[in-house]
């Protein structure tokens, strides 16, 4: 896959484009249909494939949210539709000028001259242009003026809720903990990842030694403990998490300590994979350490439980 970095003054060389529009984050099961529809409908016509997503995401632009928005880091986000087998990931920047520009123009200046595309695939709710005022609608108006063609694809339904799959929705149950929705919606599990860290080792007091990341650049779960999945140097293991300020032993920021089951090596500095398999309980806050650690040794008992350990 290629990626290109582009701007409204940028030339883009890539030709005969199959072009879908979106931020994609998370890259849910409605994504990845549609994903698969720009794939496949490209090699049958003999096109390049391509994803175009704004950078930064215009709700991060216009600071009706913060930065810990995303789902997913960019990083994965270029990763998992690399895997797909998607040609062209293009990120073009949103800036004043970009979001001044009106819908028509936003296809003839940048979908028609500078991109040259000659398909495009949209959901059926599909926004472009200042104020979000172009939609398939113009889009269909314009395509034989300029030699485009336009495909609608219907949104996928989740089976269970019978409701279109939502950023939004998936947001909010990381957001409420609630990472079995997540699954269901992702078609994999949530995870955070980072390089371990020293704590304040407080933890291997009693005998409960955990790896710590900092949470990256994307949106955090709901303060608490968790069964999770572990992912380290290409092997699996079981163990349970915590994600939060610690507030018992006076933690000042915000961390996510693991405790892998049936381990025990020295692996400071070394990347790790936290995936959220179900919430055990939220973070409290508990008069010393030694209910805390009793506290502990029930969660352990329902996270092993939950593994089948």
């Known amino acids: 896959m290629k990626l290109h970095k582009l701007n409204t003054k940028k030339d883009f060389k890539i030709r005969n484009l199959c072009l879908c529009i979106g931020n994609f984050d998370g890259i849910h099961l409605g994504h990845q249909h549609l994903i698969k529809k720009i794939i496949n409908n490209s090699r049958s016509n003999n096109l390049n494939s391509a994803i175009m997503t704004f950078v930064p ?8 949210t913060d930065n810990n928005f995303n789902i997913i880091t960019n990083d994965y986000k270029k990763y998992f539709l690399n895997s797909l087998g998607l040609d062209n990931y293009i990120e073009y920047k949103f800036n004043k000028t970009l979001s001044n520009l009106d819908a028509i123009n ?12 000659k398909k495009i695939i949209v959901g059926r ?9 172009g939609d398939t609608t113009l889009l269909k108006k314009l395509s034989n003026k ?6 609608i694809i219907d949104h ?3 089976k269970k809720t019978n409701l279109k799959f939502s950023s939004s929705i998936i947001r909010k149950d990381i957001n409420d903990g609630s990472f079995e929705k997540v699954f269901e919606a992702l078609g994999r599990h949530w995870f955070m ?14 005998n409960f030694p955990t790896a710590n990341i900092k949470p990256g650049n994307h949106i955090l779960p709901k303060k608490g403990v968790y069964c999770v999945k572990v992912i380290l140097e290409g092997k699996i293991y079981k163990g349970i998490a915590n994600f939060g300020e610690r507030p018992t032993v006076k933690g000042l920021n915000l961390l996510l300590e693991t405790h892998l089951f049936e381990f025990n090596s020295n ?11 179900t919430f055990i309980r939220p973070e409290k806050k508990y008069k010393d350490f030694k209910i805390l650690t009793n506290q502990i040794q029930k969660d352990v008992k329902k996270a092993k439980k939950y593994h089948k350990i």
């Open 106 to 117: 936003f296809i003839e200046k940048i979908l028609v001259k500078q991109l040259n595309i």
């Open 267 to 277: 692996i400071y500095g070394k990347q790790l994979t936290v995936e959220f398999l």
């Open 156 to 158: 996928v339904k989740n």
């Open 57 to 64: 995401h215009p709700k991060i632009y216009f600071k009706s």
């Open 146 to 151: 300029y030699h485009y063609k336009l495909h």
């Open 193 to 206: 990842q980072g390089k371990i860290i020293k704590g304040d080792q407080k933890a291997r007091l009693i």
């Open 125 to 133: 709710d599909f926004r472009f242009g200042k104020d979000r005022k």
